[in-house]
């Protein structure tokens, strides 16, 4: 079957899509034994942090690829860099780093690192738009359940190529008076989608991070975003608490964390519904 292939996106900085995909693909990974695949899409590759140490990055620099060589190196059509040979062959596990794996129950989370030289293909490199759909459509990646694209806070090429590659996104949104703005902006990015590629775009839902019942405004935000949104919201919401960052400085996620069950319970609540609302 093919994998789920989900990006994790919003215009808006900062609001927790990266510390979302990483504890979703533990999750995903360790309690329903899921293989994940992370693809960090972002030049500022704070997934690949999360996920790699720096020498496991460096390790993995010596015999393998990154996301930056994926696109600059093979699939570059023209722009401000020498082309690639022609015939380049292109062996898709140089680009995955195995995180974690259980052989037992024949699950894994893999990963494929960023770094800042992705920046290059936002600085006028050409790239196919489709092009990371029609890698990830390759039979290679058929063995992955889910593939979370971890993207960058912003409208460019790397948005096209994941909403292109994804069909479906999870939206990560803080109850504050940004998310308003940014949830038109997200809806404005997705109407041009359509526009320039007849893709439509679904909608797995909003879910709202970094969550403070007892802050002044907070459902009253959440009413706004949710009526500027229209679509679906997630029931469950995650909350603010320093365990989560805790836990991605120790590059681990909150379940490993001694953060208070209630505050794992709801994450493990979370993954439940995101299953149910993808499968
Ligand atoms: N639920 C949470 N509770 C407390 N802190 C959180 C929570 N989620 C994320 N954070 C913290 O908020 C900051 C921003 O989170 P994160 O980097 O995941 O956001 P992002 O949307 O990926 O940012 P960017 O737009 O730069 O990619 C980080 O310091 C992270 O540790
Ligand atoms: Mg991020």
Same mark, same amino acid.
């Given at each position: 079957?093919?994998? *789920?292939?989900? &990006?994790?996106?919003?215009?808006?900085?900062?609001?927790?899509? #990266?510390?979302?995909?990483?504890?979703?693909?533990?999750?995903?990974?360790?309690? +329903?034994?899921?293989?994940?695949?992370?693809?960090?899409?972002?030049?500022?590759?704070? %997934? #690949?942090?999360?996920?790699?140490?720096?020498?496991?990055?460096?390790? +993995?620099?010596?015999? $393998? *690829?990154?996301? &930056?060589?994926?696109?600059?190196?093979? /699939?570059?059509?023209?722009?401000?860099?020498?082309?690639?040979?022609?015939?380049?062959?292109?062996?898709?596990?140089?680009?995955?780093?195995?995180?974690?794996?259980?052989?037992? *129950?024949?699950? /894994?989370?893999?990963?494929?690192?960023?770094?800042?030289?992705?920046? %290059?293909?936002?600085?006028?490199?050409?790239?196919?738009?489709?092009?990371? @759909?029609?890698?990830?459509?390759?039979?290679?990646?058929? *063995? /992955?359940?889910?593939?979370?694209?971890?993207? %960058?806070?912003?409208?460019?090429?790397?948005?096209?190529?994941?909403?292109?590659?994804?069909? $479906?996104?999870?939206?990560?949104?803080?109850?504050?008076?940004?998310?308003?703005?940014?949830?038109?902006?997200?809806?404005?990015?997705?109407?041009? +989608?359509?526009?320039?590629?007849?893709?439509?775009?679904?909608?797995?839902?909003?879910?709202?991070?970094?969550? @403070?019942?007892? !802050?002044?405004?907070?459902?009253?935000? $959440? @009413?706004?975003?949710?009526? %500027?949104?229209?679509? #679906?919201?997630?029931?469950?919401?995650?909350?603010?608490?320093?365990?989560?960052?805790?836990?991605?400085?120790?590059?681990?996620?909150?379940?490993?964390? &001694? &953060? +208070?069950?209630?505050?794992?319970?709801?994450?493990?609540?979370? #993954?439940?519904?995101?299953?149910? !609302?993808?499968?």
């Amino acid at each position: 079957m093919a994998p *789920k292939t989900i &990006a994790i996106i919003n215009m808006k900085g900062g609001v927790g899509k #990266t510390t979302l995909t990483w504890n979703l693909a533990q999750h995903l990974f360790s309690n +329903h034994d899921k293989k994940v695949l992370i693809i960090d899409l972002d030049p500022q590759a704070n %997934a #690949t942090v999360l996920g790699l140490s720096e020498e496991e990055f460096k390790e +993995h620099k010596q015999n $393998k *690829k990154t996301i &930056a060589d994926l696109f600059i190196n093979c /699939y570059r059509k023209y722009g401000p860099f020498p082309k690639p040979k022609s015939g380049t062959i292109v062996d898709y596990k140089d680009y995955i780093f195995r995180r974690e794996v259980s052989i037992d *129950k024949q699950a /894994y989370l893999d990963l494929v690192p960023s770094e800042l030289d992705l920046s %290059a293909v936002l600085k006028g490199a050409y790239i196919d738009p489709f092009m990371l @759909e029609n890698v990830l459509g390759l039979p290679y990646f058929n *063995k /992955y359940e889910y593939i979370l694209i971890d993207c %960058a806070p912003t409208n460019s090429i790397l948005t096209t190529l994941s909403l292109n590659a994804a069909k $479906k996104i999870l939206v990560p949104v803080m109850a504050d008076t940004f998310a308003v703005y940014g949830v038109e902006l997200m809806q404005e990015v997705l109407r041009q +989608h359509k526009e320039d590629f007849n893709v439509e775009v679904g909608i797995i839902g909003l879910v709202f991070m970094r969550w @403070e019942e007892k !802050k002044a405004n907070q459902q009253e935000f $959440k @009413e706004k975003i949710v009526a %500027a949104w229209g679509g #679906t919201t997630f029931r469950n919401s995650i909350r603010n608490n320093d365990w989560y960052k805790i836990a991605n400085g120790r590059r681990t996620d909150i379940s490993q964390s &001694a &953060a +208070h069950d209630e505050v794992k319970r709801e994450f493990t609540a979370f #993954t439940r519904e995101f299953i149910e !609302k993808t499968e």
